[in-house]
């Protein structure tokens, strides 16, 4: 199936927390689809009362998503200690199943600041099939350093062509705008050996622009020899309450993975022209996956995921 010969149709709302649950009183945000055999695991962070994230998911009818077959009752994931790098939040980002049966979650982790936040990149392991992961080291993977001067966080991780690739967002300044220290992250490369250390490559995928001034949650994955991306992009001003500044989706290639040509006018879904609609204000956070021979997307619309996710079909 053609990406550049498709547009994705909504079908509507997915998931939003309705507030029952201690781990998950709001948001649904970053939805990542992992397959099963019967079914099809949707992951993604949720916030408690404090405002802190963590993962968790619910299964879902593979022909219907919006047929919801199981909610879990806890989060997978749970905060660092005091002082560490995630200790305010955790935000799955993706999910890598390896040889021997464990998975590999890819994360963010918060840390709060006295008028901000730090965003850093932490690695955990799940031995049970996805119920509940373990922090694999105490210290994030990659953190603010010489390439990531404010922070680094989203990765999106494939081992391709023998080697391991992270496509993650890099933040590279903070402004102050409206009193508020606003940051601008860009979209960047890093390689590994073992998925575990990782290099910057210098390679920057999605470079800024007179609008682009924040990339959100890198979504990649490679078809027919080409390395194809979803992304999410605003501008810094006003992103919050103008739907004109605010998230909309993006679409890339690349043939090496590490430069990028955008095409953003093939992306195929935008914002909904409805004002009641739960994507009117913005259009974010979007993965994609194959399912007997369809492609399908899910994406989170309003307030960063406080409205819930819900998913499209791609159509010729």
Known sequence: MNLERG????????????????????????PYAFKHEDFLRVYFSSRDDNGYSRPTFIDVDYDDPTKILYIHDTYVLDLGGPGEYDETGAMPSWFVPQPNGDIWLYYTGWNRTHNSYRLSMGLAVSTDGGLNFKKMFRGP?????????????????????????????????????HGYPEPFYDCRVAVSDDGIHWTPTGDVALPFDDFLHAVGRPSVFHEDGIFKMYYSYRH???????????????????IDGFKWERKDALVGIHKSDNP??????MINYAHCYEHKGNKYLLYNGNGFGAAGFAYAVLEK
């Open 276 to 281: 009641a609609d739960f994507d009117y204000q």
């Open 141 to 177: 993977i990659m953190d603010r350093s010489i390439s990531n001067p404010i922070w680094a966080a989203q990765p999106s991780v494939m081992f391709v062509n023998g080697k391991w690739m992270m496509w993650h967002i890099s933040g590279q300044k903070c402004e102050y705008i």
């Open 236 to 254: 810094t001003r006003d992103y919050r309450i103008d739907r004109n500044q605010s998230y909309r989706l993006g679409y890339a290639e690349s």
């Open 7 to 30: 547009v994705w149709q909504k079908k509507g709302l997915v998931y939003k927390p309705d507030g029952s649950l201690a781990h998950s009183r709001s948001h649904a945000q970053v």
